[in-house]
């Protein structure tokens, strides 16, 4: 393992993830390499824009609402437009999590993604790493019947700051759902803990420095989280 980084005793910090009944990952920047907002936002032709409230919001400059409402009040996209981000790319995994959330399925850990991300883009990772649909909590987009974005649920939990923590609580209402950790890069992520038992943060793709500070143990490759479960 590489050279430990987190604000609890390494051994803590390892026992609690080997002990976790589940894992809930963030997906952008975590699970996946992209921010799928952005990613999106580019297809709309106003990437920079939208890249700049992902920025504010994953640095806990902003709440999470007003950054979501901001960058969907800017792109206004078209349900053509997400089909063809899938399309194009379907799910950029990162290096490593296909192996630990096969690892995790293997012992008997339930895994859940959670994102502030939308539901219907991220539901082709899922179904690749067999991840029921069920186990994904994200925003869902409204559209017309010709297509065109009206708005969003504003009833799903991760639509805003604080939502994570509420998705983690009603998991822990759940039989074997004990002990949480959550994993994620961004500040919205941190927040789950508590109630999760433990914040891992990622870096792998992007190093937040306010999470980097804050993490119970802070991570750049998923390797790091494979070799203490398979040395269990």
């Known amino acids: 393992m590489a050279a430990y980084v987190g604000i609890v005793e390494e051994s803590k910090a390892v ?3 080997r002990e976790a009944s589940a894992v809930c990952f963030d997906v952008d ?3 996946c390499t992209d921010e799928g907002i952005d990613q999106l936002a580019t297809l709309c032709g106003v990437g920079d824009e939208v890249a700049a409230w992902t920025a504010k919001a994953m640095g806990g400059n902003v709440t999470f609402q007003e950054s979501l409402a901001a960058r969907l009040g800017i792109m206004k996209p078209k349900l053509a437009q997400v089909e063809e981000k899938i399309a194009r790319e379907p799910a ?5 999590i296909t192996d630990l959330v096969k690892l995790l399925h293997k012992l008997g850990k339930k895994v859940y993604l959670v994102s502030g991300g ?3 883009m991220i539901l082709p990772a899922a179904n690749i790493l067999n991840i029921p649909e069920d186990n994904i909590y994200a925003n869902k987009l409204i559209f017309d019947a010709d297509g065109n974005y009206t708005g969003f649920d504003d009833t799903c939990m991760t639509c805003r700051s ?5 998705v983690v609580e009603h998991l822990k209402t759940l039989p074997g ?7 994620g890069d961004g500040a919205t992520d941190m927040e789950a803990r508590p109630p999760a038992s433990l914040f891992i943060g990622f870096g792998g793709n992007k190093v937040r420095d306010k999470v980097k500070a804050g ?7 998923f390797a790091d989280l494979i070799a203490p479960l398979e040395a269990q």
Request: charged residues 20%; glycine residues 10%; without cysteine.
């Open 162 to 166: 604080g939502g994570k923590p509420k």
């Open 15 to 17: 026992a609690a993830w």
């Open 215 to 221: 993490a119970d143990w802070f991570v750049m490759d």
């Open 177 to 183: 759902h004990e002990s949480i950790v959550m994993i």
């Open 92 to 96: 950029a995994l990162t290096p490593g």
């Open 118 to 120: 939308f539901h219907r």
């Open 29 to 31: 920047s975590t699970l």
